[in-house]
């Protein structure tokens, strides 16, 4: 099945540091989601983006829809280490029906 | 407010078998969707339900099927069950199909096809 470009795939940074991780797409969606996933549970929703060029901040995340629609970046600033796991985007087109496609998602490991 | 809920959390199968994996929406959420993660990869979306009928479906073949009951809760079954179908499901609900599109997910059940 069809899944979005993330980037990186992986990343280690140091504690403190901020992250940036990107996601793209050849197909337009009416809104992207930005969700976080440990080991052995569901993703857990972080921000959602509704309009092309919105940029919305949860604490330390901050993440912007693109304006062409086709992609979105989620940065992470003053990383700590429960920011450990598996980001990954999601792109929604509305209408009809509402089909969630993933991306390939980003693991990001902390280093204390 | 109740969360998404998933049950069984694991479950071992053999090839050839039939499971039913059960799924309980966020309250006030009537749709709700259904996904496949294979081990290292995004979730892969299955169906969804919107007030107890089937809306929309990915790439799967009919022995993936689903039902959603007036409570919004849902099922899915899945037949003939192959060695490929090992992965995470996980259930997602959403306050409407066509309001807030926003999903909400649980924390998945595994199931293992030996």
């Known amino acids: 099945g069809q899944q979005l470009n993330q980037s990186p795939q992986s990343m280690f940074i140091q504690e403190g540091e901020d992250v940036s991780m990107n996601c793209t797409s050849s197909s337009i969606f009416n809104t992207w989601l930005w969700y976080k996933q440990d080991p052995g549970e569901g993703p857990v929703l972080l921000i959602a983006?509704?309009?092309?060029?919105e940029l919305t901040s949860n604490g330390r995340l901050t993440a912007q829809f693109g304006i062409t629609r086709k992609d979105s970046f989620l940065n992470i600033s003053a990383s700590i280490p429960s920011d450990v796991g598996i980001y990954f985007c999601a792109g929604l087109k509305t209408g009809g029906y509402q089909k969630v496609t993933f991306g390939t998602g980003t693991k990001l490991q902390v280093i204390p | 407010e109740t969360g998404v809920t998933q049950s069984p959390t694991h479950l071992i199968k053999t090839r050839g078998q039939q499971v039913t994996l059960r799924c309980s929406s966020q309250?006030?959420?009537?749709?709700v969707s259904w996904y496949q993660q294979a081990l290292g990869q995004g979730p892969q979306f299955i169906f969804q339900?919107?007030?107890?009928?089937?809306?929309g479906r990915g790439n799967f073949p009919p022995r993936f099927s689903g039902l959603q009951f007036p409570n919004y809760s849902s099922e899915l079954n899945v037949n003939a069950l192959e060695l490929d179908d090992s992965a995470l499901y996980l259930c997602?609900?959403?306050?409407?199909?066509?309001?807030?599109?926003?999903?909400?997910f649980g924390p998945g059940t595994r199931l293992l096809v030996l």
């Open positions: 983006l509704y309009k092309a060029g």
């Open positions: 339900y919107y007030r107890e009928e089937e809306n």
């Open positions: 997602a609900s959403s306050p409407s199909a066509l309001a807030d599109p926003t999903q909400y």
């Open positions: 309250s006030g959420h009537n749709t």
